[in-house]
């Protein structure tokens, strides 16, 4: 087995990296470290999603699970039957990634995210089978349909009966999961609501829409006269938010306003907010002056998911737009954020526009990718001579990350500086370092 876990799953080019085969395997590897009891498995839209869900599928039935299909889901929806049917989950999806790519996600018992430690078991157990070891073929598999439906009631029913009567919204599903369950929520939620981009064909995910380049969505929503637009990610974890003006509301200003608005009602679990490293300094600086601690975690929502189940903490997120809402949901959950912001909205009686300005004040920020020829764990420690240069031209009026991709071979560089010149000098300069040492020129 050469395709290992990453920042969230299995994940690379079907037919090259993931392959049937692999994913057969690690179907019965999953059964055999965490139980071949009930397991669901559902999918985005990818034109390999079903080949792949079945070769899956076949692998834990071979162990002598119990398999229920339940097709196109947002991941947030597959770890909810998961946790319904007190089972484990795999959704197919590469998330944000190309239609050419597909992943593997595996979340555990009760719908939540892996351990590294089970990870690791899993690996190795695949690294056994793939020795030859023949399936038992005792389980069973079996379609069901009814996962949308409870989906969709689950996030209505967060609102504790309130509505977005009188909120105009516009929602980008770019050609993802959430085209199946995101116009039905905030129809039934009493918005008015316009959807785009809710015709996949297999190849059109996140193809310059969605949360990967909300633009036609921010010129939608200002010709419209919308109140808020909505942009989910291929399998609709996260969220990125457009206000009325078009002007893109990312994740750290989402966490600001959801972490302010629970303090003030109560209900922000020992008023922590979780976040990674790669949340903006702003977003630490306006928790300090609402008295709201910060926890700040590795990339990775599961990550943030561990420090929430670990402290009691009830919100956190990155900065790429996984909310998450760990009263009501296991894992991050673009549909529910979206349908919280719009009840915040309307609760506060002001334009998003006004809250996202009035947050949190940003802190420039230049993020640079670094194509390597492979994925170098080793990056940090070959530039302590360029990162301490750097460091000392910041004198401590901003922050310097570089870190390899989980889910890539690309480093990342990010520079937040108090000018944005300042940034982008100090960015480019150290990707230009890293594209000399391994390989390849830096891309923003």
């Not at 197919?92 to 790519?101: F, I, K, L, T």
């Not at 976040?275 to 975690?297: C, H, K, P, Q």
Request: net charge negative; with cysteine; proline share 3%.
């Amino acid at each position: 087995m050469t395709l290992g876990f990453g920042t969230d799953g299995l994940r690379g080019r079907v037919d090259v990296d993931l392959t049937e085969t692999l994913a057969n395997l690690l179907g019965r590897a999953a059964a055999d470290v965490l139980g071949a009891g009930r397991w669901s498995i559902g999918r985005d839209t990818r034109e390999s999603g079903p080949r792949l869900e079945v070769a899956v599928a076949e692998g834990l039935a071979s162990r002598g699970a119990t398999v229920d299909l339940l097709g196109v889901l947002p991941t947030p929806a597959i770890a909810l039957m998961a946790s319904r049917s007190e089972g484990c989950a795999v959704v197919v999806s590469a998330s944000h990634n190309p239609w050419h790519d597909n992943g593997l996600k595996i979340f555990g018992p009760g719908g939540k995210k892996l351990t590294d430690d089970a990870e690791t078991a899993i690996e190795r157990r695949m690294d056994q089978l793939a020795s030859g070891e023949e399936p038992i073929s005792e389980g069973e598999v079996r379609v069901v349909e009814t996962g949308g439906d409870i989906y969709v009631a689950n996030v209505v029913g967060a609102l504790e009966g309130r509505t977005l009567s009188g909120l105009s919204v516009v929602l980008d599903c770019g050609h993802g999961a959430a085209s199946t369950v995101a116009g039905r929520v905030f129809a039934e939620l009493g918005a008015e609501v316009e959807v785009l981009h809710d015709s996949p064909d297999g190849r059109n995910i996140n193809d310059g829409v969605g949360s990967t380049d909300p633009s036609v969505l921010a010129a939608k929503v200002v010709e419209k006269g919308a109140d808020i637009g909505l942009a989910f990610d291929g399998d609709a974890d996260r969220l990125i938010a457009v206000d009325g003006r078009g002007q893109i509301v990312d994740g750290d200003r989402l966490m600001c306003m959801f972490a302010i608005d629970l303090k003030d009602r109560a209900r922000l679990s020992n008023d922590t907010l979780v976040v990674t490293v790669m949340s903006n300094l702003g977003l630490r600086r306006a928790m300090a002056i609402n008295d709201i601690a910060v926890d700040v975690t590795p990339v990775g929502d599961r990550h943030v998911l561990a420090s929430l189940a670990d402290n009691g903490h009830s919100l956190g997120g990155e900065q790429s737009g996984h909310i998450i809402f760990a009263d009501i949901a296991s894992t991050g959950d673009g549909v529910l954020a979206g349908a919280m912001l719009g009840d915040l909205v309307l609760r506060s009686g002001r334009p998003l526009a006004d809250i996202s300005a009035e947050v949190m004040t940003r802190l420039p920020q230049v993020l640079v990718n670094v194509d390597v020829a492979e994925r170098r764990p080793d990056v940090v420690e070959n530039l302590s001579a360029e990162l301490r240069a750097a460091e000392r031209t910041l004198a401590g009026n901003g922050r310097i990350l570089i870190r390899p991709s989980g889910t890539e071979p690309v480093v990342r560089v990010m520079v937040e500086a108090e000018t944005s010149d300042m940034a982008d000098a100090i960015a480019q300069h150290l990707a230009g370092a890293v594209a000399r040492r391994f390989g390849r020129h830096p891309s923003r």
